[in-house]
């Protein structure tokens, strides 16, 4: 419950910023590439934040970093209500990106830590599933509070979290603050990439990239683009929640299914999923198709994530975990800036959505590939 909360409260700051974007076009008059630009900027700070961190939780203890993350990310979003300008804006959302991309790769370890064999895959997804009771907390938000105040004072709600690091503080066990204060980084990233652990290392990385990719690129874009296609849905408080609550049953099947068949089966499951819900929504021309094509990619997209969070920390040892953890999802944070930035650009450019949207579909089937050819679950053996 400690760790899931800080994980909504994650997901509520990724979700308001894809409704905030609309607003910061129309305020500073801004371009669908300079909105790409504003999505993709958090996501690099992922990416440092995660590689980072990852690294210190395993040096100095993971209760003391994932206080430190949560400090960071929520003084930036205090900070970012006061910005005025689009340079102000993407200096604090790098920084925001810092502290998002630190705490998840922590929060991560500390669940894997804690249990063992089919019972941690479980308890990492189910951990996961509050980012979909963010994206709820967001969309309420979003519908009810920020038509009346604005997106400034919004922001600044979800920098509450500093407080909740006080919770942390007091109910973590202190197993989580086991330091190796000898680690250093260039010998963990070397163990990581040694024979042992090299294939490993490299098929989650492409898969990280490939889910990050599709998700960031998708979601985050998903209410200009539905805008764009004349579909007055979108702005639906109910089809928000909708597609909010299609993520909860996609985590929770996943969830049940550890221990029933493989990891690599579950997640190749979703990953077809996600490629039917794509085509789906990029060929969609009815509001009804639209929203089942949503919640399609809702529930399967996020499902995935959640069985890359119990499968991730399962390749890689104690002593090195957070760095595995850290490493990998850096490399997905540049498919997850990636991603954003592509739509901007293509959308700038006259692309279709459809075309758009096959972007996501290549990479989807090149991901089931690297996972069904490539990844060996060692926790399965």
């Known amino acids: 419950m400690i760790i899931g909360t800080a994980w909504l409260f994650d997901a509520a700051d990724v979700a308001l910023l894809s409704f905030i974007m609309p607003l910061l076009k129309k305020e500073w008059f801004l371009t669908d590439g300079q909105i790409g630009l504003v999505s993709s900027i958090t996501t690099v700070g992922m990416m440092i934040g995660a590689i980072l961190f990852g690294y210190l939780a395993d040096k100095f203890g993971k209760k003391n970093i994932i206080i430190i993350t949560l400090l960071l990310f929520s003084i930036s979003n205090l900070v970012l209500a006061l910005t ?3 340079p102000q804006f993407l200096l604090v959302r790098f920084l925001t990106g810092i502290g998002l991309g630190g705490e998840l790769p922590v929060a991560t370890t500390i669940i894997a830590d804690s249990f063992s064999g089919h019972r941690r895959s479980r308890m990492l997804i189910l951990v996961d599933s509050f980012w979909a009771i963010g994206w709820i907390v967001a969309s309420l938000l979003a519908f009810l509070f920020m038509p009346l105040y604005g997106w400034r004072p919004t922001v600044i709600i979800t920098s509450v979290m500093a407080l909740y690091t006080l919770v942390i503080r007091r109910h973590l066990p202190e197993q989580t603050n086991i330091k190796n204060e000898k680690l250093n980084l260039r010998v963990a990233m070397n163990q990581i990439w040694s024979k042992d652990f090299r294939r490993a290392t490299l098929c989650l ?5 490939v889910i990050m990719f599709a998700y960031y690129g998708m979601f985050l874009w998903l209410p200009s683009v539905l805008i764009k296609r004349g579909f007055s849905i979108v702005h639906s408080f109910g089809y928000t929640l909708i597609m909010s609550f299609a993520q909860l049953p996609g985590y929770f099947l996943a969830a049940y299914l550890m221990g029933k068949i493989s990891r690599k089966k579950v997640l190749a499951i979703y990953l077809v999923g996600t490629i039917i819900g794509a085509f789906l929504f990029g060929t969609a021309q009815s509001v009804w198709l639209v929203v089942l094509s949503s919640c399609l990619l809702s529930f399967f997209t996020l499902g995935a994530w959640g069985i890359m969070i119990a499968l991730t920390p399962t390749q890689y040892p104690l002593e090195i975990r957070g760095v595995g953890i850290g490493f990998t999802q850096s490399i997905g944070r540049i498919g997850a800036t990636i991603g954003p930035y592509l739509i901007g650009l293509s959308l ?23 996972l069904v050819f490539g990844m060996v679950d060692r926790d399965q053996k």
């Open 84 to 86: 005025q300008n689009l």
């Open 205 to 209: 990385s492409i898969l990280w990239f």
């Open 348 to 370: 700038g450019l006259g692309i279709n959505v459809t075309t758009i949207f096959s972007y996501f579909v290549v990479s989807l089937i090149i991901g089931i590939l690297v």
